[in-house]
């Protein structure tokens, strides 16, 4: 498809790029580097890299990443926190769930720089500085709410904003707001019992 | 995933011009157009994954919440739906959930929780379809991504597809709820493009497949969906959403109605009806809205406007029993509708 041995993306040239009004960082790093090369085959290339920063629970990661690069992979493989899990890494199955901004969304379907300018919380950012477990990570434990252990950061990601948005009013509700996240070892009562448990020692804290 | 130029925009006019930069010829397939618009990405990066849209431009269009677009308004001229606005925040709005319950319930009922805070509502409504054959790019025969090349699903796996608005070319089923609550509720779409703005009913926004599966909506290449617009209506409130799938949650329709009643008593004034999980663009049964003016909703009116509705019906294979489950659909929600305390 794409004459990617010079760097080309088809037919958008770089005078047409530099008359555009857009404004972000990125946008300008990109802007940048189109106004260094001054040959005249010159274009965007979508083989550069962004560079980037992430806040990811509380610390700035300064990255420099392949554009497709979703944000679950940017934190698995590049800051190196595994903890979030890939699942199906098409935005079935919850496994990949983090928080952005305090709410819930699917890492695998971001991509990194969709997450620029953004607080990301993952499984690795709950436990307290000490090192206290989450009342929902600890309530989890308490109620066998795993087996094989794959979905639970997901499962625990979303059930804390499935308590912090309000949904975790009935077993129902609860079921209803946690149906994002599949768990093939049907630890689903436990995990209702577990969001129960967490939900009044999340008001404690 | 084939490389992409990312690039972000802080209003229409400039998303506009940066999506132009990269040009696709007329009558390119919709899903292969080089140049995208990104809100949520719940849909375009999943494609992207699988290789069905390969964007050599991608234009990041989430700042655009920092404008009109990220707003919601309701007032006496109706409500106001920005299309960035996440399908989360539509979904749990009191304004909406009180004058619009349709609209709430259709969002609500959608995707997870997840997805709700990822998608915009203007992504939601251009969602594609999810047949197998057009999400598998294995298979060559997908008349939606090359056109000519056949459908597979004909004689295929089809038990999700069409039975209503389909062709011999597509059966692909519209996949979303959101448009089924808008269409009944004679929204409008504002878009922005490259020729300016202009105001569409939501009716004209989708394409019936045809002859040409592959142009999948009245949008021109640069088109932006910047908001939609319900009017004021005497039914609103007396709307609901019923969605029957395969399973309770976090599930497409197998077959689904939204509905509308301005009723007199026990008589309808006023009837407002879409249907989504069996046809191939979001619904409108206007046929079955015009059975019901000025009658009382017994057992026969309802099952007659449930077979105006699907009189046109042509199920294909595995998916003929949408036929039964659609008209039934239909029923309960009419009578729960006209049950509700408003």
Redesign the interface.
Known sequence: MHDTSSGGAGGFSRRNFLTTTMASTMTLSLLDKARGDDSAAARVSPRQPLTLSLNVNGQERRLALDVRTSLLDALREHVGLTGTKKGCDHGQCGACTVLMDGKRVLSCLTLAAMAQGHEITTIEGLAGPDGALHPMQQAFIDHDAFQCGYCTPGQIMSAVACVTEGHAESDAEIREYMSGNLCRCACYPNIVDAVKDAKPKMKET | ???????????A??AV??HH???TPRDTASVRA?SQY?A???TL??LM??DVM?P??VT?I??LDETPSGEIDFGSRGLWLGALVKM?QAADHADVVENYPVIAQSLYLA?????R??ASLGGNVLQRTRCTYFRDMSYAACNKRSPGSGCAAMDGVNRNHAILGASDRCIATYPGDFAQALIALDAVVDVAGPSGSRTIPFSNLHRRPGETPHIETALQPGDLITAFVVPPAPWAKRSKYLKVRDR???EFALASAAVALDMDGDTVRQARIALGGIATVPWRAREAEAALRGQTLGDDTLNAAAEKAFAGASPRGENAFKVDLGKRTLVRALRETAAMTI
């Not at chain 2, 995933?1 to 209003?11: C, D, G, L, N």
């Open positions: 995933m084939h490389p992409f130029v990312y690039a972000r925009a802080t209003s006019q400039g011009e940066t930069l990269a040009e080089r990104l949520g990405g719940t990066v999943d994954r699988l390969q050599e431009l990041d989430n700042a989360s995707a997870s929780p997840q997805l805070n990822m309770e949650s976090y």
